[in-house]
């Protein structure tokens, strides 16, 4: 496979974002990946712990593009849904654990935002996911 080039997007003069990028420029097959919850396989959560959903959620992104032929540092851009903003904060130290051990220290674009409900009534993240994979030769 021949390497995806991605260019990190840092306008001059701003401050440099913590844990995200403000964009990204790739170029490569491009993969969306649909919200993804904190359920297993199965469709089963096996915590209630938003930092627990978190780490499920991004695995669960891993798997699927794992199926386009992609790693965690193909990802572009995630965008959370959260429904309790107090808790990721309350969280953040774990949030941030659980998302190294998933995705390395590769910050993508990143949008969060709070939301009144997931479709999934045990949900308490939902995470969708935009990858830029090599071009196959």
């Avoid at 260019?7 to 170029?27: C, E, H, I, M």
């Avoid at 032929?69 to 903003?85: A, I, S």
């Avoid at 309350?90 to 939301?115: C, D, W």
């Amino acid at each position: 496979m021949n390497r995806v080039t991605i260019d990190f997007l840092q306008p001059p003069g701003w401050l440099k974002p913590r844990g995200y990028s403000n964009g990204t420029v790739a170029s490569g097959r491009q993969v969306f990946i649909a919200g993804q919850v904190g359920w297993d396989a199965q469709g089963r959560f096996r915590s209630s712990v938003l930092a627990d959903q978190v780490r499920q959620a991004l695995a669960n992104i891993v798997t699927v593009l794992t199926q386009a032929g992609g790693l965690p540092e193909h990802v572009m851009r995630l965008t959370w849904y959260l429904t309790n903003l107090e808790e990721y904060r309350a969280q953040l130290k774990q949030i941030g654990e659980a998302y190294r051990s998933v995705m390395g220290k590769h910050f993508p674009a990143m949008t969060v935002v709070q939301v009144v409900a997931c479709l999934e009534s045990d949900a308490k993240v939902e995470i969708e996911a935009t990858a830029v994979i090599p071009e196959s030769k």
